[in-house]
T-cell receptor
């Protein structure tokens, strides 16, 4: 079935880096834009980044611009979030999502189960 | 980037209807079919329930409906059921391969 599975979360010290992965199954990853969204403990959803279906365009939230990089490998049906210079405020559950264009607007129609990132010394 | 404001909480009794508002700082919220809504139960991933302001994905109950007017999008849940108790988020997708922003979320309590 259509599914996204995140991996790569864990506990990391401030200032260090981490790479999250999101593996797609049940659909052709290369046909869709993909996004990352996070949720801090007890908090709301925060959109982080989007990458176009062919990887040629990216866009970031101001809160992570310059520190996080989204990328993809369509041949592996996987996309990534590279996180540098991690801070305590980056502690959150990170979700990958499929960005589906419906014709007039887009929305996140498929979500992974989330992977937890804790930034702590 | 537009900010989206939702009430922190709403409540209703089984069988009643409730409406959650989502007010933006720009007219993009109310008039351009750019708003989607998500339901999130505790410990679970969000689920898309409304897209393009008022459309339901396949499999979503017709008790959920969306509308837009002015700078405000709204989610209405009719015939409240216990299973509707969850957090609800609006989201403005500004366009293809550009920013998106979520509202702060609304906790629905079914009394």
């Amino acid at each position: 079935q259509v599914q996204l599975v995140e991996s790569g979360g864990g506990v990391v010290q401030p200032g260090r880096s981490l790479r999250l992965s999101c593996a797609a199954s049940g659909f052709t990853l290369g046909s869709y834009a993909m996004d990352w969204v996070r949720q801090a403990p007890g908090g709301g959803l925060e959109w982080l980044a989007v990458i176009s279906d062919d990887g040629s365009h990216e866009y970031y939230a101001d809160s992570v611009k310059g520190r996080f990089t989204i990328s993809r490998d369509n041949a592996k049906d996987t996309f990534y979030l590279h996180m540098n210079d991690l801070r305590a405020e980056d502690t959150a559950i990170y979700y990958c999502t499929r960005d589906l264009w419906f014709g007039q607007g887009d929305a996140f129609d498929i979500w992974g189960q989330g992977t937890r990132v804790t930034v702590s010394s | 980037q537009s900010a989206l404001t939702q009430p922190a909480s709403v409540s209703g009794s089984p069988g009643q209807s409730i409406t959650i508002s989502c007010t933006g700082t720009s007219s993009a919220v109310g008039n351009h079919n750019l708003v989607s809504w998500y339901q999130q139960h505790p410990g679970k991933a969000p689920k898309l329930i409304i897209y393009e302001g008022s459309k339901r994905p396949s499999g979503v109950s017709n008790r959920f409906s969306g509308s837009e007017s002015g700078n405000t999008a709204s989610l209405t849940i009719s015939g409240l059921q216990a299973e509707d108790e969850a957090d609800y988020y609006c989201c403005l997708n500004a366009g293809r391969i550009t920013f998106a922003v979520f509202g702060g979320g609304t906790t629905l309590t079914v009394l």
